[in-house]
């Protein structure tokens, strides 16, 4: 069946330091691809998405490209902040609709 | 847009009583709400789909008799905790998608409600 899997954490960061979250999936079909941010308390929020092949997401200085070849989409940020400390999820959406969400990896950023 | 709102978003309760938790989509129609489980420090788990008017359909292993979920509305989908237990105790997510070709046609997630079961 469809799964994700993404790197475990927990991720700490200084400041300023550049972000790679690995996230590779499994799936039949074209999926559709996420990040979706949870902070301290709170649900999930889109990060930023891509539905096809080669597709590149932005959002907030983040981007993830989807790479069918590898069947990865690595969340990566140049130059963290302390508000970006969250749990960062990735996910796949098959054509059924149907979601499949990594075990989410922690961040942590430090001044 | 695409605004999904829980309530209530904690909620404590004693063992043995019933809980309902209420999963509103505030500016678009809702054809189909999602319920998710999330554990600590673990992911998401679905627990069941609904569909306006029709009843819900449960991923394996959730008990439909425990879990009772009412989609009775195009905005508005219910969980009711029954008989409620401390291993009940979690946050619940929903998750709201519109349908067609509008833009509202894929899933957009509730703030969670954080259940304790004492």
């Known amino acids: 069946g469809d799964s994700v899997t993404q790197m475990e954490g927990p991720v700490t960061l200084s400041e300023e330091a550049f972000l790679t979250i690995n996230c590779t999936y499994t799936?039949?079909?074209?999926?559709?691809l996420f990040w979706y941010v949870q902070y301290p308390g709170e649900g999930l929020q889109l990060l930023l998405k891509?539905?096809?092949?080669?597709d590149k997401g932005s959002n907030k200085g983040f981007e993830a490209t989807y790479r069918k070849e590898t069947t990865s989409f690595h969340l990566e940020k140049g130059s963290v902040q302390v508000s970006d400390s969250a749990v960062y999820f990735c996910a796949l959406r098959d054509t059924g609709n149907q979601f499949y969400f990594g075990t989410g990896t922690s961040l942590t950023v430090i001044p | 847009g695409a605004v999904v709102s829980q309530h209530p978003s904690r909620v404590i309760c004693k063992s043995g009583t019933s809980v309902k938790i209420e999963c509103r989509s505030l500016?678009?129609?809702?054809?189909?709400m999602f319920w998710y489980r999330q554990f600590p420090k673990k992911s998401l788990m679905l627990m069941a789909t609904?569909?306006?008017?029709?009843?819900?359909?449960?991923e394996q292993g959730v008990e439909k008799d425990k879990f009772l979920i009412n989609h009775a509305s195009l905005t508005l989908s219910t969980l009711t905790v029954t008989s409620a237990h401390p291993e009940d105790s979690s946050f619940y997510i929903c998750?709201?998608?519109?349908?067609?070709?509008?833009?509202?046609?894929?899933?957009?997630f509730g703030p969670g409600t954080r259940l304790t079961v004492l």
């Open positions: 609904s569909n306006e008017g029709s009843k819900a359909t449960y």
């Open positions: 891509a539905t096809k092949a080669d």
């Open positions: 500016d678009f129609q809702a054809t189909t």
């Open positions: 799936a039949t079909g074209y999926p559709s």
């Open positions: 998750s709201a998608q519109g349908g067609g070709s509008s833009r509202f046609n894929e899933q957009f």
